[in-house]
């Protein structure tokens, strides 16, 4: 016989173990109510704690010593397994979604702080704007209104991103498909959103984006007064000597999906060049 201490395992436990029938003492002294346990019991309880560990219901663990059956029991961690498998990817999104919000948020921090700004709403830049594959929807927006932001597309860009079961790589583009300033002026708006993802899939929802060479401005504050900062770096473009190349998109580094303050809103404005 030998006493329960010799396994480190909680006399409360041993109890509930006792009780749901998954581990029954070999003798118990009626005067003390201690538990002793045979050679052959300390060894299932070396067993038993082994699958809770791994995270095995005790429902299936009472069937897995009950039966002493290796094949069910190596059914039964395989499966563990690929629940763990799939924790692991779960929280992997979700320390890299929180990371690319936090990396944006101290962009965002960074550009605005009045000490050492690292990009002023006044400097205008020619880029490249690498190549990079996104997963995006385009249609034909009616009445639109460019104060709004689109969030009801955001919300189906989010849906489709959950589908196809990708990990979210940058912030949401906002890329219109008519002529420069037309959506501030037009009800209706050809409006393309798309969101580069962690995987690339020969699928139609799925293009390249960038590639090209562009004016970009950043806009700081409400999406009601973008349209200056729009104006301004066309303005600038054309006394430089450039025309407009392509559809202008908006890239929202820090979004109204980020945070509700909308003076701390980033938008990059991106003007292909030619």
Same mark, same amino acid.
């Given at each position: 016989m030998h006493s329960p201490t010799l396994c480190a395992v909680p006399i409360k436990t041993l109890r509930y173990y006792d009780k749901i029938g998954l581990l029954v003492p070999d003798y118990r002294k009626? =005067?003390? #109510?201690?538990?002793y346990y045979t050679q052959e019991q300390i060894l299932t309880l070396f067993i038993i704690r082994k699958l809770r560990a791994l995270g095995i219901p005790l429902k299936e663990i009472h069937q897995i010593v009950g039966n002493r059956d290796s094949a069910a029991m190596g059914k039964c961690i395989q499966e563990r397994l690929s629940g763990i498998r799939q924790d692991i990817e779960e929280l992997n999104n979700q320390y890299n979604e929180g990371r690319m919000l936090l990396d944006r948020l101290n962009m965002g921090h960074n550009t605005l702080d009045p000490q050492h700004p690292s990009w002023s709403t006044e400097e205008i830049r020619i880029e490249d704007i690498p190549t990079s594959t996104v997963l995006f929807t385009r249609r034909l927006k009616r009445n639109y209104k460019n104060t709004d932001v689109s969030i009801d597309r955001w919300f189906e860009l989010f849906q489709m991103v959950s589908r196809q079961k990708l990990r979210v790589m940058g912030p949401v583009i906002l890329t219109y498909h008519n002529n420069p300033l037309e959506q501030f002026f037009k009800t209706d708006c050809d409006l393309e959103i798309s969101v580069q993802g962690n995987e690339t899939r #020969?699928?139609? =929802?799925?293009?390249?984006?960038g590639g090209f060479r562009a004016v970009t401005a950043l806009h700081f504050g409400r999406n009601e007064e973008i349209i200056q900062t729009h104006v301004k770096a066309i303005k600038w473009? #054309? =006394?430089?000597g450039y025309s407009v190349a392509g559809p202008i998109s908006e890239e929202y580094i820090v979004s109204p999906v980020d945070i509700n303050n909308e003076e701390n809103h980033i938008t990059k404005i991106i003007i292909p060049i030619s």
């Open positions: 009626d =005067e003390s #109510n201690y538990r #020969n699928q139609p =929802e799925f293009k390249q984006f473009l #054309n =006394e430089q």
